[in-house]
Every structure is written in C-alpha cells, then in structure tokens.
C-alpha cells in the first residue's frame, strides 16, 4: 500500500471516529411523576444513545410555571439516586423559576474508577427524585420545560479527561404535566387476614383513576387492582381497597392516570401483617456464612431471593421444603458489603428480612 493510501486510510479513520463521537446523545428525560402532600414529585433519568458515558461535572436545569406555586421550594428526595455516593447534586431555584440541579464531578483513580463514577448507556440512570413546593393551584400545569444543560464526562483511562457534551447533543424530554390530582393522605391498615388501604383527594382533574400496586422490597411493583376516579371535582373524595392476600411486609403506591393518559405515582406506605411463617435469619450482620431456618407444616416449593439496594436480583434459589425444620445456608463472600433485601416465597406467603453483610 502506498503512503498516500496509508495517509487516505488514516484521514477516513479519523473522520469515521469524530462522526462517532458527535453522534452520541445524552437523553435527560422526565418520569413518574406525582403529587404528595401539596408537592410536585418527579424523578429524572439520564441515558446514552450509544455505547457507555462516565458522568462528571453537570448542571441539568429545567424552567418550571411560578403562577401555579406558592413560595416555591426545590429539594432533593433521599434514597432514590442510582449515582455512586461519591456524587453530591445540589438542587436550587435561580432567576426565580430556574430548578437548577448542580453535580459536581467526582475524583477519578485508577483503582477506584468504577466504584466512584457513575456510567451512563442505553438503560436509564435515575440521578435522584426531586420536590418541588408548594403547588397553588391544583387545576393547572407544572409547565416544566427544558433549561440550559451542561454535561461533562471522564475518560475512563488515566488521566481521566473531562469532555464537554455539545448542547445540541442533549435531548431533554420533560412533561408539562398537569396537576391532576391533589392527595391529602394515603394509609394502609392491617386487619388480621387482609390490609385495608384508604386514600382521599381534595381536588381532581380528568382523573380516570387509580392502580393500586404493592411491592415486597419498595423498588419492584406489581398492580393489585383499579379503582375508578370522580373526573373533574373539587369536593374531597374518599377511596378504599382490600389486599386479600397481603406480604408478611407489603408496601403499596398509587398510580394515577387521568382520561389522556397521563400518570403520576404518589409516595409509598407500607405495613405489617400477621406472620404467615416464623424465619429466624442470623447471624445478622453476616460475615461469610448466613444461616436460614423455618419450620413448615407441609412440604411445598420454596423460593429465596435477595436483593441489593438498588433492587437487583443477586441471589435466587428454589427448593422444595420439608415438614418441620428447614435450614439453608449459603456463603456471604461473593456479596459486596452492604444493605440488602431477602424475601422467602412460599405460594401466597412471603416474608421479607433486611440483612447486612459485612
């Protein structure tokens, strides 16, 4: 090959690799979307349209309707962020109706790269639930829309550069979401054999209305049933639903849905119920051996999962049980330290432990 195709080669790589570059996309995007005790809800997800992105220095910013808030605050909900806990986003209102969300970027090393920087591909990375206080007026919109985003990322080898993302390669996809439904209060009861949930709405608008979901770990929801909406109305309106096969620890959400099809999810409750199965988990915490042990009255199939906090499966294991005592146990070692979720299913019964590995 002559020099001059070499060279031609060379030029055409280059190119072909810059075309590559300018083509990936950081999507900011909107999602569940709900009213708690007079505040605006929503979480805010970050995605790549292509390949893997390392999250550094960022400010997402949205402009939101100052008409339908009073006094209004923006703050950050705990416990809902997917960014390593190396990350600290700051949010604010600037000019009075700017939600300015500040994340200042992380320190990269080479040993620790991975455990402090977050990476962002094709499945969303929920960088946090945010509140916004207090709403004024039911009837109308949040009237959020895209601010002026500025989104850095690392390279993930030494030295570990910064690189702008061009403003033309962020798409935003906020939701200038109605205010559909105003919800005073939520609870969820006991009553021996079944869990009795109660909600009530001072004001509705276009409301459908509303799935009742529960989960046994608060991050995986199932729908449980529908109850029906009174559309347009602002006299207080009462709601109720029986869980007729409740979890040992059932928590329970409300998706709204109006009649165009928008939704939004309102907080979480959760409650106890009576014992189906007596488990005793130990030691707990654990350090290298975690020791299950129940007693059944009847030989049935039995399911062990656990959970991490960001709600992955990390262990699943089925067996049948015996009549009388059971006892498992499996090595902890494999499990990073932390916090995390085990659920033992049997049929309708299901008891959850929270357990820390050490």
């Known amino acids: 090959m002559t020099i001059f195709m070499k060279n031609l080669l060379l030029i055409f790589s280059i190119f072909s690799f810059s075309t590559l570059l300018k083509a990936q996309t950081v999507n900011v995007t909107v999602s569940n979307v709900g009213i708690v005790s007079n505040a605006l809800q929503f979480d805010i997800y970050l995605s790549a349209t292509s390949g893997t992105l390392y999250l550094g220095d ?29 990350y600290a986003p700051n949010p604010t209102i600037v000019n009075g109706n700017v939600l300015t969300i500040n994340i200042p970027g992380v320190t990269p090393s080479s040993g620790t790269f991975s455990s402090r920087v977050s990476a962002i591909s094709s499945t969303p990375v929920r960088l946090g639930r945010y509140q916004l206080t207090t709403i004024s007026n039911p009837n109308g919109t949040a009237g959020l829309s895209c601010g002026t985003m500025a989104i850095n990322t690392y390279a993930n080898t030494s030295p570990f550069n ?13 939701s200038n979401v109605p205010l559909p439904v105003e919800l005073l209060s939520l609870q969820a009861q006991n009553q021996g054999k079944t869990n009795l949930l109660t909600w ?23 729908t449980m049933g529908y109850v029906k909406g009174h559309g347009t109305t602002t006299v207080t309106q009462n709601y109720n639903f029986t869980d007729s096969t409740p979890l040992n620890i059932t928590y329970y959400r409300l998706r709204q ?4 099809g928008n939704e939004s999810f309102s907080n979480t409750v959760s409650v106890v119920s009576e014992s189906k199965m007596s488990v005793q988990v130990f030691p707990n915490p654990a350090e290298g051996i975690l020791n299950i042990q129940f007693n059944d009255e009847k030989e049935q199939n039995t399911e062990i999962v656990m959970f991490d906090n960001l709600g992955r499966t990390v262990y699943h294991y089925t067996f049948t049980s015996r009549i009388g005592q059971n006892h498992l146990f499996f090595g902890t070692q494999q499990f990073a330290a932390g916090i995390y979720s085990l659920k033992i299913n049997q049929g309708i019964a299901t008891t959850v432990e929270q357990i820390v590995i050490r």
């Open 58 to 86: 960022a400010d997402i910013r949205f402009t939101f309707n100052t008409a339908n808030f009073t006094s209004a605050t923006f703050t950050e909900v705990t416990g809902y962020s997917d960014l390593t806990i190396f």
């Open 162 to 174: 910064e690189t702008v993302i061009p403003q033309g390669s962020i798409t935003c996809s906020p």
């Open 200 to 222: 009530q709405t001072a004001t509705e608008k276009d409301n459908d209305g509303f799935q009742v979901q529960r989960s046994a770990d608060a991050n995986l929801f199932e």
């Open 257 to 260: 849905v109006d009649v165009n």
